[in-house]
């Protein structure tokens, strides 16, 4: 049980100074701010030690002014990615839900909110269902998806109803350089806010922006919450581990928080995730499946295993090839060869078939640990109707079988998903084999006459068919055969093309003789 030097929060706050400040003048700072405009409030809460003083803080301000006084809201979002590190998922929802408790008790305006990414910018249904490859450092396309775009949404909302809103965040400039260059771009001049980095008629404010982790860890340890709730479980995630939190992302500047005990469990941007390792070593083993599912995942992302992994065709349906560089010039026009003398090409989303393997494995997990006494979902009920829509609709690889019905059932036999029978559209098991037998007797790709029937079925019954021709034209433009047939066909134009330039440049050449 954890020792409290104070025996509540408010003796705190009027007995302590950190960084060269009391906390009792932060706090009318803090309710000083609150009171000097109408702009509405909204506390980023991640869950992690720094946003948890930040939350902490405004909690007390706003229970030392009147009733009166209180007219307008403080919004507490969280952003729940879906694919949050377990064992914090319930301590942040523990947290928010006594929060509200007790604010409603005291008659304090302060509402929570958890925001979450629409269905179709989830992590399952980009990697899973689109093939986007895991995350990297160059491409981190899921922090834009997963975090920016449902904090940012939500903050605008506010904006639209209240004209002007203030965004309090727990960032602290020892954190990284990164976040010091821009708390400083941004800031106002002879003000305690900033300008938000995208969002207009929004304003940021970090009253903890100069503190040390260890003023974090004194606060947090020496009283109880102002709420009545107990930082020990907290502590307890953090002990041990030199991990960090992943704040409330509003913008770009966020640096990844892969290693981090209170981000994703599946972040592939960095190495190793020792946030995972961290928890599955003081205890929590249950999680090693989903620790090795993530090193599966960071393995696809390697250079060495992309062509194992993804399709040659990105999702346009081209392939494109990597273009030698000419030094003093840029690019040109040269397919560029690996060491083997093959064609380097730019992977595209992954097959389809490591797809399906995944999503059985993750369901499989998810079952496992469920029967061993957890309760968790690894990926939504929703997300798997997405999904096979998705698969149905790949612009590569049909799923002309619908598997994913078959993949859920094959590990939950008794659970009723209530399936649509028209994903399909227009084939049944019977039209595909006609399908795939018809173009393998006219060595034509099967992908490619399903593409041209359901556009064709698409438009039938119209009475205004324009556009057909312009849709058949952009289908027949895409690659089709394999990576070296491919290869062939572009190496042959490329040799047209620079045989083309050098016959004109030989006719420039001549008619400057007569000039």
């Not at 899973?128 to 834009?144: H, I, N, Q, V």
């Not at 560089?325 to 992954?350: M, T």
Request: charged fraction near 30%; hydrophobic fraction near 35%; glycine fraction near 6%.
């Amino acid at each position: 049980m954890l020792e409290y030097d104070f025996e509540n929060h408010t003796e705190m706050v009027e007995s302590v100074g950190i960084a060269g400040e009391m906390l009792s003048s932060i706090v009318d700072k803090i309710a000083n701010l609150y009171l000097k405009n109408d702009k509405a409030w909204v506390i980023g809460f991640s869950g992690g030690k720094d946003s948890t003083v930040l939350l902490s803080l405004i909690f007390h301000a706003l229970t030392t002014l009147k009733k009166e006084q209180l007219k307008k809201n403080v919004y507490v979002v969280c952003s729940d990615t879906l694919v949050e590190t377990p064992v914090v998922v319930g301590l942040i929802r523990k947290v928010l839900e006594d929060v509200q408790k007790c604010a409603d008790k005291k008659g304090l305006p302060i509402l929570t909110q958890i925001v979450v990414p629409q269905s179709t910018n989830t992590f399952w249904v980009n990697l899973l269902g689109k093939g986007y490859p895991a995350p990297t450092k160059s491409f981190r396309w899921c922090t834009e998806r997963m975090k920016i775009k449902p904090v940012s949404a939500f903050i605008q909302n506010t904006v639209s109803d209240h004209g002007e809103v203030i965004v309090a965040l727990g960032s602290r400039r020892q954190e990284s350089a990164t976040r010091a260059q821009s708390i400083e771009k941004h800031a106002i001049k002879g003000s305690e806010l900033s300008r938000h980095s995208s969002l207009p008629n929004a304003f940021t404010y970090m009253p903890i922006e100069n503190w040390h982790v260890d003023d974090v860890w004194m606060y947090l340890l020496s009283a109880p919450s102002p709420w009545g709730g107990s930082n020990e479980q907290l502590f307890e995630l953090y002990k041990d581990s030199n991990q960090g939190e992943c704040p409330l992302v509003i913008d770009k500047t966020t640096p990844s928080c892969g290693n981090s005990r209170f981000g994703c469990w599946t972040c592939t941007v960095v190495n190793k995730d020792k946030a995972i390792h961290g928890l599955v070593e003081s205890g929590e083993v249950w999680m090693k499946p989903l620790l090795k599912f993530r090193d599966q995942l960071y393995q696809s992302s390697l250079p060495e295993n992309k062509t194992k992994y993804r399709n040659h065709k990105r999702r346009s349906g081209r392939i494109d090839f990597h273009k030698k560089y000419v030094e003093g010039v840029g690019r040109s026009n040269e397919i560029e060869l690996d060491q083997d003398g093959q064609a380097k090409h730019v992977p595209g989303p992954y097959w389809l078939k490591v797809r399906k393997r995944w999503l059985k494995k993750l369901l499989t997990i998810e079952k496992k640990i469920n029967e061993n006494g957890q309760s968790i979902e690894l990926i939504s009920r929703d997300e798997l109707h997405v999904i096979r829509r998705e698969w149905i609709t790949d612009p590569n690889e049909p799923d002309w079988e619908d598997s994913l019905p078959n993949i859920f059932q094959t590990v939950y036999p008794g659970e009723d998903m209530e399936w649509a029978n028209n994903d399909l559209g227009f084939f049944d098991l019977d039209g595909l084999n006609a399908v795939t037998k018809t173009g393998k007797d006219l060595n034509i790709a099967p992908e490619l006459l399903k593409k041209i029937i359901d556009i064709e079925v698409e438009v039938s019954g119209l009475g205004n068919r324009r556009g057909l021709t312009d849709k058949i034209e952009k289908v027949l433009r895409q690659d089709w055969g394999n990576l070296e047939e491919v290869f062939s066909d572009r190496l042959k134009s490329n040799n047209a093309i620079n045989e083309f330039k050098n016959k004109r440049e030989d006719l420039q050449a001549k008619l400057g003789e007569f000039s």
